[in-house]
């Protein structure tokens, strides 16, 4: 099983536009690449995924973190979990999440004039990472980011200025590393 989440920010400064694209370009990826089966896509809205997760928990925040951890408790991410104790260190290939930018920085969005369709730099690079990776190339976690980064330095200026892919397994994998 997949979650595949498209950040939009919508009514926020930096809105994007092409979450939807990159929700359906690695729906394609799971199942073209790594066998995952066809089923059907739903969209939904973050406010409703909110307003869900807040009548589950009794909890007014907005951070969906706070009601991950809350109705999953240690099956939650690590990463909403910043405080709790990790039992074992994890490595490069172990991370849990793969980010198109650091948490201090926006993710840039390619349009209409950079590819045929609306999407988010990352997931076009990691997308064009896989495709010019055979499929009987197993690429560790950590690869993909690297070789994300390579790409996006392909990518005109703002792009490598502005976002450094991570991958969230600890704080040392992060830009550069």
């Known amino acids: 099983m997949a979650l595949l989440v498209g950040c939009t920010y919508s009514g926020y ?3 994007l536009y092409g979450c939807h694209n990159d929700v359906l370009g690695m729906r394609e990826l799971l199942i073209a690449r790594f066998g995952f089966k066809l089923i059907p896509t739903r969209m939904i809205p973050f406010k409703s995924i909110l307003q869900y997760f807040t009548t589950l928990t009794g909890k007014t925040s907005t951070d969906i973190g706070t009601h991950l951890v809350e109705v999953f408790g240690d099956d939650a991410s690590i990463m909403f979990r910043p405080h709790d104790p990790i039992n074992k260190t994890l490595e490069a290939d172990e991370g849990i999440l793969l980010s198109g930018c650091q948490k201090n920085e926006s ?3 390619l349009t209409e004039k950079d590819v045929s369709k609306p999407c ?8 064009m990472v896989f495709k010019e990776n055979p499929a009987g ?6 690869e993909v980011v690297i070789k994300a980064r390579k790409f996006l330095k392909l990518m005109p200026d703002d792009i490598e200025n502005e976002q450094h892919p991570c991958l969230y397994c600890k704080d040392e994998i992060g830009p550069g590393k």
């Open 137 to 142: 190339r197993n690429l560790s976690n950590r």
């Open 13 to 15: 400064p930096g809105e």
């Open 107 to 109: 993710s840039y969005e």
């Open 120 to 127: 988010g730099a990352f997931t076009y690079a990691v997308q």
